[in-house]
């Protein structure tokens, strides 16, 4: 893939956050072109760039690429398992961040059932928490090596009656020895997003330490493809 004519500019017309007026990489098809879109959130003390080589393994054709980047490589300072204040205002600012990249999206007139969040470690947090928060009809979410932030998750925080995911397919992949990411945390997650009527799978992989293996890979790249199919 190469870049797209979309390039990398700042997002303007913000509220000003640690990451207002970053980099938004694209890449794929281009925006204008495409028929589904990935925004794609990067790890701590990664970048978009990385995270565009990742959607390179997954992307189909008629499917735009968009990675926000964080300022200084990281969405929030401490553990997403702090309390939510200590991560402030970076986890309010990344969330702001996404929803800036899904706006670029539909305003090319790409509908948010084509528009597919994946995230890896913080990334994947902050996807999930996004989507956890803004309920409705995605193409899909993967949270790899993540899941909903804060120091414990109560459910009816996130419950309403209009909270409905509407079956968007969600993909939790994580180590069960994650030196980050608890395995509890995973099914609780998936047990919000359930109660909000998501299609959820979550695979847990013996002894895999923190990273992405074939199996997320490809099951990402199966998500990515139903975006388009006809």
């Known amino acids: 893939m190469g870049d797209s004519s979309g390039g990398d500019g700042p997002q303007e017309g913000r509220e000003d956050g640690p990451h207002q007026n970053q980099p938004l990489v694209t890449d794929g ?23 565009v080589q990742l ?7 008629g499917v735009a690429v968009l990675a926000p980047q964080a300022a200084r490589q990281t969405w929030y300072p401490n553990s997403f398992l702090a ?14 961040a996404i929803a800036a990249a899904i706006d670029e999206a539909t305003d090319a007139g790409i509908p948010h059932e084509r528009i597919m969040l994946i995230g890896f470690s913080q990334g994947a947090c902050l996807a999930s928490e996004f989507v956890a928060r803004n309920p409705r009809r995605y193409g899909g979410l993967a949270a790899l090596s993540g899941g909903l932030i804060g120091e414990k998750i109560d459910p009816e925080e996130y419950a309403s009656d209009d909270a409905d995911l509407e079956e968007t397919p969600v993909f939790l992949g994580c180590s069960d020895v994650d030196p980050h990411i608890p395995e509890r945390r995973v099914y609780e997650t998936a047990d919000v997003l359930e109660a909000m009527n ?8 013996e ?24």
């Open 83 to 96: 309390p939510v204040e200590q991560n402030e205002p970076g986890r309010s600012s990344g969330l702001q």
């Open 207 to 230: 002894g895999m330490g923190h990273g992405i293996n074939d199996d997320e890979l490809a099951t990402v790249s199966e998500m990515v493809a139903a975006l388009v199919a006809e």
């Open 55 to 61: 959607a390179n393994e997954v992307h189909e054709e």
């Open 198 to 205: 998501a299609d959820v799978t979550k695979r847990l992989y």
């Open 29 to 51: 098809t281009p925006l204008e072109d495409a028929e589904a879109a990935l925004v794609l959130t990067h790890g701590r003390g990664a970048s978009a760039r990385g995270m």
